[in-house]
């Protein structure tokens, strides 16, 4: 049989680890939630910043494309030529498909009404550019035939950049 001071002893040993362990187990488990979700938090950003990469080798791919037909002046900051025959409006028309299709999945993968301070500055990086090619006349044209079939949300956003700026209408 069990005395009454062993009993007290395991009593005091229960209360213990109520008082101390419990408190202690649940601080344990919140630091490692904590540090679970920094982990996470840290892959999420990793992973968001492969995508931008990506998507800007892609462009930078585009870009070589477009400079292997210089007589299309595909160049966002210049002027569209005109007098283009049939061939080049063709070929003209199937870089901005190419464009739109990235442009798309920029918007797609990026896009983010609240996004971090990061997240912003890589999405702005691609706002930017579709600024650009938005202040383009013959891009500007060519959109309402591009973005059939496209994301309605992402036709929405592009379709708003059209609107010319003022240093753009009185440059061009």
Known sequence: MIDDETLRLWEFGSY??????????A?????????EREN?????????EETYLRLSEQYTEFV???LAYPELGLHPRLPAPSGLDADQAAR????????IALFERAYILLYEEASD?????????????MQQ?????????????????????????ILGLRVPS?????SG
């Open 166 to 170: 003022a240093a753009t209408r009185t």
């Open 92 to 99: 003209r028309l199937l870089f901005f498909e190419m464009l």
């Open 64 to 66: 070589r494309d477009v």
């Open 133 to 157: 090619w938005c202040a383009r006349e013959d891009f500007r044209d060519a959109l309402p035939g591009l973005l059939v079939g496209e994301d309605p949300a992402f036709s929405t956003y």
């Open 27 to 35: 601080f344990a488990l919140w630091r490692e939630s904590r540090a």
């Open 117 to 129: 301070p990061q997240g912003a500055r890589r999405w702005q990086s691609w706002a930017d550019t």
């Open 16 to 25: 213990l680890v109520t008082v101390v362990g419990l408190p202690l187990a």
């Open 40 to 48: 996470e938090r840290k892959e999420i950003e990793q992973r968001d």
